[in-house]
């Protein structure tokens, strides 16, 4: 066992309770550097809640959420972003009247104390790293779109482009394909697999199949706690797996 700071992310005894219900329950949950997770599980299982838990959008009623090291549930939001963690959430925020470009320049973090030679360099700087957030997002021949014109699967992409352009050290995504085309689900699983080992990531999903497309680990929560966790096969060939969740 290694010790907690050799993880990227350290969930411990984590328990948040809204009215008496226990939507995470004791949870320890375990995560490497660059590592790609997916977690699944029924609905009410406390996905979308671990997501708010460590973007601090909710606060827990007890344990510990550490994130390289820094313990994450005393800061507010935005400090947690300037920590590296960056979260998509199931409805993309984009600026529809911008074009993709815009869109992200508008998410570049800007640099402090920025001004003369410096301004041109950024600005130079800035242009190539938005053709090549774009063309890894797949928009590469739509950065002079209006972003409110893209397909809805296109503007999924932005959003994570504009994640992306920020450097996260983990990006969240919750439920990324939903409402996307069969062709679209496939170009994000690609997506996906080119990020693993660049970025650590968790994505939350339901749709199986795309699971088997990205899974490395899966995690299946249930009722706020852990359980199961491994590859594909192993998390489906387990009985509690298949009783709880798989067999619906």
Not at 64 to 88: A, M, N, Y
Request: include cysteine.
């Amino acid at each position: 066992m290694s010790s907690n700071s050799d993880f990227l992310l350290a969930v411990e005894d984590l328990t948040v309770s809204f009215d008496g219900f226990k939507a995470i329950d004791n949870l320890n949950f375990y995560m490497d550097n660059k590592e790609l997770r997916v977690v699944i599980g029924p609905n009410g299982a406390g996905k979308t809640t671990l997501l708010d838990l460590i973007c601090g959008k909710t606060k827990p009623t007890a344990g510990s959420i550490k994130f390289r090291g820094k313990e994450l549930t005393q800061l507010p939001e935005h400090r947690i972003v300037w920590e590296g963690v960056g979260r998509k959430f199931q409805t993309p925020s984009i600026y529809d009247s911008l074009t993709v470009r815009e869109n992200l320049e508008v998410s570049y973090p800007k640099g402090r104390g920025v001004w003369g030679a410096l301004a041109f360099k950024r600005d130079e700087a800035l242009r190539e790293k938005t053709q090549e957030i774009a063309s890894v997002v797949l928009l590469d021949n739509s950065l002079n779109t209006q972003a409110g014109l893209l397909s809805h699967g296109q503007k999924q992409w932005l959003e994570i482009g504009m994640l992306l352009i920020q450097d996260p050290a983990l990006l969240m995504l919750d439920e990324p394909i939903a409402g996307m085309s069969a062709k679209e689900r496939e170009l994000t699983a690609e997506l996906l697999n080119h990020l693993a080992g660049k970025h650590s990531i968790i994505v939350i999903e339901h749709d199986m199949n795309f699971v088997k497309q990205i899974g490395r680990k899966v995690t299946v929560l249930h009722q706020g706690a852990i359980l199961a966790e491994g590859d594909m096969d192993k998390v489906q060939s387990d009985q509690r797996v298949i009783d709880v969740y798989l067999g619906h």
